[in-house]
Each structure stands twice: as C-alpha cells, then as structure tokens.
C-alpha cells in the first residue's frame, strides 16, 4: 500500500489482561477515511490487518494466518466469521463505542465492544489505537481521548 510509514500503537483490553503492541504501518487518508495497513507477528504466524476508519464506524480484514473481516458500527451487531490455525468460530461483533478523531498528525481511536459466541458473551474488549508518525514520541499520554 502506498502512503506514510506510521508508528501504530494499539493499546488493548480483554475481560482485564491488557495487551500492548507497537508496530510499523502504512497510512493513507482517503474519501473521509483513515486507511491503515501493517502486519501483525505473533508468535510465529503473520497476519496482514487492513484498518478503514471512519467517522462513525471501522472496518477491520485479517489475512494470512488469522483470517476475518470485522465491522465495528454502534448501530449494528456483525457475525464475523474468524479463521485461525486453531479452528474457526462464527462471532457477533457489538460495538458499545467508537471514535475516530485526528489531533494534528496523529489518528486516534477508541473502540469498545462484545463478542458473542452462540449467543453467550465470550469477551468484553476495549481497543485504543494511536497512529503517529515514526519522529514523535507515541507515549501512553497520547492513548487517552
């Protein structure tokens, strides 16, 4: 993808157990829209992740190891159907909250959301994503909204 090299930092909560993750991606704005993309590594599995943040919604594909597309829109539930190594597993996405707002050259967002399992809650998950370019420092100050 074309675009800036961005610093991503994605700052993720799930029932409690905080994830932190810094990475190296591409970033594009286009028609309204922030358009990330970079590859996840973990472990030993690679997953190329697509991000298209909008004003009101985000969009999400997972490709390579991990497989799925994701659609985080508070005034609609999504069935995602996830793919991984493991198996695969249909989930309903409900999105609580998101926001997408830019601050000079960073984009931040923060989205919170449910996922169902066969009608059961199986997770309550907050995810906070900062994009700033690689020169700046992307401290935890810069993950609050």
């Known amino acids: 993808m074309a675009g800036k090299e961005m610093t991503v930092t994605l700052h993720m909560t799930q029932d409690g157990e905080e994830i932190r993750q810094t990475v190296t991606g591409r970033y594009i704005e286009k028609d309204g829209e922030h358009i990330l993309s970079y590859t996840d590594?973990?472990?030993?599995?690679h997953t190329r992740v697509i991000m298209r943040m909008g004003p009101?919604?985000?969009r999400m594909?997972?490709?390579g190891a991990l497989r799925s597309e994701w659609l985080f829109d508070p005034s609609e539930p999504y069935l995602v159907d996830y793919r991984s190594p493991y198996g695969d597993m249909l989930l309903e996405v409900r999105t609580k909250l998101y926001r997408c707002r830019r601050d000079g050259t960073r984009v931040r967002v923060h989205l919170e959301?449910?996922?169902y399992q066969?009608?059961?809650r199986a997770a309550v998950n907050v995810m906070r994503i900062t994009l700033a370019p690689p020169d700046e420092k992307n401290d935890q100050k810069t993950l609050d909204f």
């Open 118 to 120: 066969e009608k059961t």
């Open 56 to 58: 009101d919604r985000m």
């Open 113 to 115: 959301y449910e996922l």
């Open 41 to 45: 590594h973990t472990g030993n599995m």
């Open 61 to 63: 594909k997972r490709i």
